[in-house]
């Protein structure tokens, strides 16, 4: 089971973008998927989270600009970025916890980072 993050890629102020996080592989379930960000110096950061129970977290520095979304059928995670900064520039990350096998415990996967950058 691997997670495959696209979508990233180089916008100016106020543009969008959408970021993608796939699920390959088979799995029985997904508790929780999200995407962190992180720039170089700094740590890894939550930018946004769904859980199976429709829990939505934001980072106060995005809400109302980003969006999170899961499709279940697809076993995706989309995060829709609108109004972006230049303060978003970052490598986003796909992270997401998943039972594999039932009954399980969850595990937690991180995918590759995509890279996102904004300019003013």
């Known amino acids: 089971v691997q997670l495959q993050a696209s979508g990233g890629g180089s916008v100016q102020a106020g543009g969008s973008l959408r970021l993608s996080c796939a699920v390959s592989g088979s799995i029985f379930s997904w508790n929780r998927m999200a995407w962190y960000r992180q720039v170089p110096g700094k740590q890894r950061e939550l930018v946004a989270r769904r859980t199976a129970a429709r829990i939505t977290t934001y980072a106060d520095s995005v809400k109302g600009r980003f969006s999170i979304t899961v499709d279940g059928a697809k076993k995706t995670a989309y995060l829709q970025m609108n109004s972006l900064k230049s303060e978003d520039t970052a490598v986003y990350y796909c992270?997401?916890?998943?039972?594999?096998?039932?009954?399980?415990?969850?595990?937690?996967?991180w995918g590759q980072g995509t890279l996102v950058t904004v300019s003013s």
């Open positions: 992270n997401a916890a998943l039972t594999v096998t039932a009954p399980s415990y969850p595990t937690e996967f």
